[in-house]
């Protein structure tokens, strides 16, 4: 099976940025992925990551470290609308895709 | 129809009454995944298909079971309903199944209700 934590809640102000940390312990691994997810309404994809290093689309950005089983999505340049719940999920060796609880962002004026 | 579509949106069911969740994708995705998702909890994988004819179990599958006779359809079934078992139901499909790994596409949700 797959554990995988990420922290419950976080705030940040507008314009700021935030680090969302990740780390997984899973039976094999086929990659992992940041979703976002607004109230009442489905996940939507960020970003992939399946070898080190880290990945760069615009304002968010996602690193992984597999030997240490960790990744994090950092969020730039902070807007109101980046208030929502940032899931990682991770594809293990059965290829199942299991998710995190999610980390709730609050964007402050 | 573009994409994955769920039906029904939202339902209030009596417990003990049997129940299937609809699932249909057109984008000939080979991976399909059923999630619950209740507050404080996140994503929780209740069955999935690698590939047309094949299921597996997730972390929470009592209760619930799949079905997979081809690539687009991936019903849920709820044998006979408990109100545990009211939640946000998810589907969600992927092109997966050791050809290359896509992120997982969403279906709008089904809220179900069970009392």
């Known amino acids: 099976g797959q554990n995988i934590d990420q922290p419950t809640e976080m705030t940040a102000t507008e314009g700021a940025i935030v680090q969302i940390n990740c780390t997984y312990q899973?039976?094999?691994?086929?990659?992992l992925f940041w979703y976002q997810q607004h109230a009442g309404e489905a996940p939507t994809f960020l970003s992939y990551n399946v070898l080190d290093g880290l990945e760069e689309k615009g304002r968010f950005s996602s690193f992984l470290s597999r030997s240490k089983g960790y990744s994090y999505l950092l969020l730039k340049e902070l807007q109101m609308k980046d208030s929502a719940s940032y899931l990682c999920a991770v594809r293990g060796g059965d290829y199942k895709l299991s998710f995190g609880a999610g980390t709730t962002v609050t964007v402050r004026a | 129809i573009a994409g994955i579509t769920q039906a029904p949106t939202s339902q209030i069911l009596a417990a003990g009454r049997r129940m299937t969740l609809r699932c249909t994708q057109d984008m000939r995705h080979n991976a399909m995944y059923w999630y619950r998702q209740d507050l404080g909890l996140g994503l929780r994988l209740i069955h999935y298909?690698?590939?047309?004819?094949?299921?597996g179990k997730g972390e929470v599958p009592d209760g619930y079971s799949v079905s997979r006779a081809n690539t687009d359809d991936f019903p849920l079934t709820l044998a006979s309903a408990v109100p545990s078992q009211t939640s946000v139901y998810f589907c969600?499909?992927?092109?997966?199944?050791?050809?290359?790994?896509?992120?997982?596409?969403f279906g709008q949700g089904t809220r179900l209700t069970v009392v």
């Open positions: 899973t039976s094999g691994f086929n990659g």
């Open positions: 298909s690698n590939t047309a004819g094949t299921t």
């Open positions: 969600a499909s992927s092109e997966d199944g050791g050809r290359g790994w896509t992120e997982a596409f």
